[in-house]
């Protein structure tokens, strides 16, 4: 429980006591965050709403932007109960939105470490 707040802590002072190094975390970003994106970013949308996801009993940590496949595949498995195998294309759709969602997370983590190594060792 006390690891987040400790490395938030660990990564102020580092900015404080380095600020060549690290970052300041209060600070703005001051990258364009556009960059990369010629006809701008379009901002994400969760199909399902969020009362959908309650009475659906979806767990707080699955509440993505691929709820609405789960929600889908849920429902082929309690309507087809004891032959799970008709549910595939639910459970093909749901692991392809979750790899898909893991490539954008991916992407961005590569622009954030790509915009980071330029700061550090080229300005």
Same mark, same amino acid.
């Given at each position: 429980m006390?690891?987040?707040?400790?490395?938030?802590?660990?990564?102020?002072t580092?900015?404080?006591?380095?600020?060549?190094?690290v970052?300041s975390?209060?600070?703005?970003?001051?990258?364009?965050?556009?960059?990369?994106?010629?006809s701008?970013?379009?901002? /994400?949308? @969760? *199909?399902?709403?969020?009362?959908? &996801?309650?009475?659906?009993?979806?767990?707080?940590?699955?509440? =993505?932007? !691929?709820a609405d496949?789960?929600?889908?595949?849920? /429902?082929c @498995? *309690?309507?087809?109960?004891?032959? &799970?195998?008709?549910?595939?294309?639910?459970?093909?759709?749901? =692991?392809? !939105?979750?790899?898909?969602?893991?490539?954008?997370y991916?992407?961005?983590?590569?622009?954030?470490?790509?915009?980071?190594?330029?700061?550090?060792?080229?300005?």
């Amino acid at each position: 429980m006390g690891t987040g707040t400790s490395q938030y802590i660990s990564t102020f002072t580092e900015s404080w006591s380095n600020p060549n190094v690290v970052p300041s975390v209060l600070d703005k970003p001051k990258h364009d965050s556009l960059e990369g994106f010629e006809s701008g970013r379009q901002e /994400r949308q @969760r *199909k399902a709403s969020e009362e959908d &996801l309650y009475w659906a009993k979806i767990p707080p940590n699955r509440r =993505d932007y !691929c709820a609405d496949h789960l929600i889908e595949l849920q /429902r082929c @498995r *309690k309507l087809n109960y004891p032959f &799970l195998s008709k549910c595939e294309h639910y459970k093909h759709d749901w =692991d392809h !939105c979750q790899n898909e969602e893991y490539q954008i997370y991916f992407e961005f983590l590569n622009f954030s470490y790509f915009f980071l190594f330029k700061v550090l060792f080229y300005e």
